[in-house]
C-alpha cells in the first residue's frame, strides 16, 4: 500500500509541468479517454497500475526506491536525527522541545527563556530526556574532538572533522541540500525540456528547425564546466546551483519530448481533438503531452541522479553552496586537505554513491516497466 | 560526401557565432566586477581615502585597457574580431595572451584524453561483446551489475579514495598523489622517464575513465543483443556456421557502428571531468587551468577555455560522422 503511494506521488513530483498526469486507459488511441478521478478507482486495468505491477517485478529498482524515501525521509527531519539540542527535556519542572522550540525561534513567533539561550544543552542537567540519534548539529565544534575518528563512545559513530564537526550530523543536514538540489534542478529541466519538445515536435517547420539547432549547440558544451562556470560567476547561493545544473541539462528532454510528439501527432485522437477546434494548448498539455511522458520519467529519475552529482561535485571543488552550510561533497572535499581522516574519504562519498545508485534503478526499474520494448 | 562535409564546415559559421553569444552573455551578464580583484592587493600604508582614491583610478584603468567601458555589443564584437584572428585576449592574471596558455596545455589533456578513449573502447567492447553472447548467464548478470555500480561511482570520490587509500603513506603508497613526474627526474634515461610518466598517469586515468568505460560496455552489450536478433544473424546460425564466428565476424561488424557515434558523446564529458580529475591530482593541463580561471574570474581565459571546448567537440562530432559513413555504406549523405 505504501509503495503504491510512494510511486505514485514519484510521478505527480516529477511533472509538476503537466497539471494533471490522468492516467491514460491502456487504449489510448481510442476516444475513450476516462475522466479524471474515476479511473484511478479502478485499479485493475489503468496504464499506471500495469507500470506499477512491472515495476514491483524488479525487486532491485523497488528496494531503491525504499532507499530514496529514506534519504526523503531523512532530509526532512534532519533536525531530529542530528541536533545539538534534545528532542524532549524537562528542565527544573518545566517540559521543553526544544528542537520544535527552535523552529518557532526561527520563525519569530516565540523566544528562548533567558536561562536556556545560548546554553550548551549537553551541560544542562535535565529530570528527563530524549535526545536524537546523534548529539551534534552540522556546524557544532567539538573542540576536545577534533579530527576524531569514529567512535562509539564519543558520541561520533562517524568520525569529526578537522575543526571537530560530527561528520554525521553533517551527511544528514547534507542531505537536504542533495536532494533539494537534485529535485528542482532536475524539474527545471524537464519543464524547459517538456516546453521546447512540445513546440519543436507539435509545430514542426521552423520553430524545430531552430529549437533543435539550439538544442545541438548547447549539447556542444561540455556541461558540467559550464556548470561551474555559471556558479563560479554568478554566486555560490544553492538557487544559482539549482538553475545552473538545470539550464544545462534540458537538452535530451527536448529531444525525447518531441520524438514521442512526433510519434503520437498524427493519431487519431488528436486529429479528433483538432477537429474538435480545441486551442493548440489544450491539445498538447491535455491530449498529446500525457501520452508522450513516459520518457520524460524514465529521464527524469537519471537525472535527479545527475544532478546530485553535479552538485556534490561543485561542492567539493569549493563552489557549493555557502561555506557555513555542510554538505556531502563539502566533506568530501576535507578529506584532501586531511588523508589520514579516512572517514572523511568514505562516508560521504558512500552517501553520494548510494544516492545516485538508487535514483539510477530507480530510473532503470521504471524505463523497463513503462517501455517493455527498451529492455534489453 | 565531400560536398556534406563542406557543408558541415560552413554550418560551423552560425553554429560558431551561437557558441560565442551564449559564451559572452554568460560571462558578461555576471555580477561582481573583474577589476576588483586587480585593486587592494598593495598600499597598506595609505590612507583610507587615498587608498580607495587610487583604487578608482587603478580600477577605471583596468576597465579602459580590457575594454569594459564600452558598449556590451561594441565588447562583444571586438572579442569576436580578435577572435577569429586568433587573439583571445590577454590573461586578466599575469597578462599573458590566453591562447599561448590554453596551447601550452592541450598536449597534456590531450595526451590523457587518448590514452582514456583508447583504453575504454579496448576494454569496454570485448566486455560487451561477452555479456551479450551470453546473454542471462552468470556472467552476463555479474558484469551488468559492476557495470552500473561504476557508471553510479562519483570520479571525484574515487579519486580521493585513492588519494588517501593508494598515495598515502600511513596505509599504502604505492602511486604519486599529484603532478605528472617525479621531481629531479630531469637526468634520467628516456626509459625510467615513461615509466614515471606512467606511473602518475595511472591514477587519473583510472579515475577519468570509469564512468565512460561502464556506460559504454552497457552500451555495446545493448547494441549488440539488437544485431543478434537480426535475421540475416539467423541465417549465419542456420547454415551452421560457429558461435565464434557468428558473433565475431557476423555480429561485430554492425553491433560497432553505433559505439563509434558515442565518442561524440563522450568527449563533453571528457573535457568537463578534466577539470575535477587534474585539479584533484594537481595535473597542469586544461582542466586545472579552468579551474584556475575560474577562482580568479579570469574572463578571457574562461571565455577561450569554454569556446574551444565547444569548437573542438563540434569537430569531434563531424569526424565522428564521417568515421559514420566509411563504416556504413548504407549512410550517404549526398541525397535524401
Redesign the interface.
Known sequence: MTDKKISENQFIDENTVINNPSPQSIATSGSDIPRNGESRRKVDQTYWSLVKHQYRKNKLAVAALYVVLVLVLMAIFADFLANDKPIYCSYKGTSYFPVIKQYLVDLGLTKWEPELLNVDWKNLEFDTEIWPLVRYSPNGVDLFNNAAPPSWESGHYLGTDAIGRDVLAGLIHGSRVSLSVGFIAAGIAIFIGVILGALAGYYGGKIDLAIMRFVEIMQLFPAFFLIITIVALYGSSIWYIMIAIGLTSWTGNTKLVRGEILKVKNMDYVQAAVSLGLSNARIIFRHVLPNAIAPVLIAASFEIAGAILAEAGLSFLGFGVAATQVTWGSVLSEARGATSSWWLAVFPGFMIFITVVAYNLVGEGLRDALDPRLRD | MTQYVLKRVLLFIP?LI??TL?TFT??RL???DPTELKVGISGENLKADEKSLLNEQAKEYYRQKWGLDKPIHIQYLVWLGNMVTGDFGNSFVDNRPVLDKILERIPITATISIIVVALIYIIAIPIGIYSAAR?YSFTDRFTTFIL??L????S??VA??A???LA?V??IKIFPTSGLYTLGSDNWTFFEKLIDRAHHLVLPVICSSLASFAFLSRQM??SM?EVIRQDYIRTARAKGLKEKKVILKHALRNSLIPIITLLGGIL??L???S??IE??FSIPGMGQL??QA??A?DYPL?MA??VL??IL??IG?LLVDIMYAIVDPRITFSKR
Open positions: 553554429t551561437a557558441i551564449i554568460i560571462s555576471a555580477p561582481g546473454q552500473f555500480v557508471y553510479s561511482l562519483p571525484f570520490w580521493t579514495m588519494i588517501v587509500f598515502n600511513e596505509y552489450r545493448g543483443l563533453p564529458g573535457i568537463s571531468g577539470v575535477i585539479t584533484i579552468a579551474f575560474l577562482i574570474r574562461i577555455e569554454l571546448a565547444a567537440t563540434m562530432l
